[in-house]
């Protein structure tokens, strides 16, 4: 049973009063949700346990309490209540990561050099780019290739973000023991910009990792669908991260494994973008990158990432990780599929005006 609130209740004595409601119904407990919308906080009071036998009436009556609902979506907490509206999303160090506002997470697979980040880096600060992607701790599926830097290259990484107006940084963590470093390296360097702390694919279910990021406050969370796991399977992941508290998720689609998916590297599914945001209150980011796994063009002669890239955003995606590097002969990982920094302009206009098209024809 889930109780919303109206905009400037008194939370402690709704709290209370609910749990006076509660005392003729042993094993059923209140807790507290508060989710950042874009236009409002929205605080709701969930009750767990056996709520069969608890009459809605006298809830409903309770001064500053907007509605009360039985849960029967699996998503209670990423969930979004039937019918709803409601703009999803969050505000992280001055950037809005919902689903009204497009943003475009370009940059490295896996940190290289300090040489190639540093380029990188002026080519966002040059077209007004504030975000990006940055692999520092990389899985990998043989344990002879390249793993990422790790926390070595945190300290000039973060440097130079502050240098170049870096607001945030969409960062891989493959353990618990990395979101410390991340902290630790943060707090160091005087917190010169953030970082979304991103799941990947293959930690998907993970669940032990999914609990301490939703522990965690100081960090928002950007989940990847599992490569071989269903869409309901990866959302009661976030469910996950968010039953543990932390509600600021960005779910992303990166493609699935099958043997159809050729000549691309997974199956693009970014056709679910407008089912994950009817189901839940979290906004859509698509990865064009891990989807198509190589710069193949079509007769247009625009590269095939580019075409998936208006795929996920013409459906409703508002942010894009896509992977670019100043010179892909020399990265460490995922070369066949970066972009170079000639490109970055013109991958902008597209996904603008693709962006502009879907505003134009929605109600």
């Known amino acids: 049973m889930i109780i919303t609130l109206e905009s400037g209740a008194n939370v402690d004595e709704l709290m209370q009063a609910v749990g006076r409601n509660l005392e003729r119904h042993p094993g059923v407990t209140p807790r507290l949700y508060q989710f950042e919308g874009t236009a409002h906080r929205v605080s709701e009071i969930h009750l767990v346990g056996d709520t069969k036998q608890i009459p809605v009436e006298p809830l409903s009556a309770l001064p500053g309490v907007r509605s009360v609902v039985r849960v029967s979506r699996k998503y209670r907490l990423i969930g979004r209540p039937p019918g709803s509206h409601e703009p999803a999303g969050f505000e992280y160090n001055g950037v809005r990561l919902d689903d009204q506002t497009l943003t475009v997470f370009a940059g490295l697979c896996a940190v290289d050099t300090r040489?190639?980040?540093?380029?990188?880096?002026?080519?966002?600060?040059?077209?007004?780019?504030?975000?990006?992607?940055?692999?520092?701790?990389?899985?990998?599926?043989?344990?002879?290739?390249?793993?990422?830097?790790?926390?070595?290259?945190?300290?000039?990484?973060?440097?130079?973000?502050?240098?170049?107006?870096?607001?945030?940084?969409?960062?891989?963590?493959?353990?618990?023991?990395?979101?410390?470093?991340?902290?630790?390296?943060?707090?160091?360097?005087?917190?010169?910009?953030?970082?979304?702390?991103?799941?990947?694919?293959?930690?998907?279910?993970?669940?032990?990792?999914?609990?301490?990021?939703?522990?965690?406050?100081?960090?928002?969370?950007?989940?990847?669908?599992?490569?071989?796991?269903?869409?309901?399977?990866?959302?009661?992941?976030?469910?996950?991260?968010?039953?543990?508290?932390?509600?600021?998720?960005?779910?992303?689609?990166?493609?699935?494994?099958?043997?159809?998916?050729?000549?691309?590297?997974?199956?693009?599914?970014?056709?679910?973008?407008?089912?994950?945001?009817?189901?839940?209150?979290?906004?859509?980011?698509?990865?064009?990158?891990?989807s198509v796994g190589n710069l193949h063009r079509g007769p247009d002669d625009l590269p095939d990432i580019f075409h998936v890239t208006g795929q996920g955003v013409i459906a409703g995606a508002t942010m894009v990780l896509v992977e670019f590097h100043p010179n892909p002969a020399a990265a460490r990982c995922d070369a066949h599929q970066a972009l170079v920094l000639d490109q970055l302009p013109q991958l902008m206009r597209y996904v603008e005006r693709v962006r502009a098209a879907y505003e134009d024809v929605r109600p």
């Open 115 to 290: 040489e190639h980040v540093a380029a990188m880096f002026r080519a966002l600060a040059q077209h007004g780019i504030t975000t990006t992607r940055m692999g520092v701790y990389k899985p990998r599926t043989s344990p002879y290739d390249f793993q990422g830097l790790g926390r070595d290259c945190l300290p000039w990484l973060l440097e130079l973000a502050g240098e170049n107006g870096i607001r945030v940084i969409a960062m891989e963590v493959c353990d618990v023991r990395h979101v410390e470093e991340v902290r630790t390296a943060m707090e160091r360097a005087g917190n010169p910009t953030g970082v979304l702390l991103q799941v990947g694919t293959r930690n998907a279910q993970n669940f032990e990792l999914l609990k301490q990021l939703g522990q965690q406050r100081d960090f928002p969370v950007l989940f990847k669908r599992g490569m071989g796991i269903t869409l309901e399977e990866s959302l009661n992941a976030c469910e996950y991260i968010a039953s543990e508290g932390n509600p600021n998720i960005v779910f992303c689609l990166r493609g699935v494994k099958s043997h159809l998916s050729e000549p691309h590297r997974n199956m693009v599914d970014f056709a679910l973008v407008p089912v994950v945001r009817r189901l839940t209150r979290l906004p859509v980011c698509v990865d064009p990158s891990h």
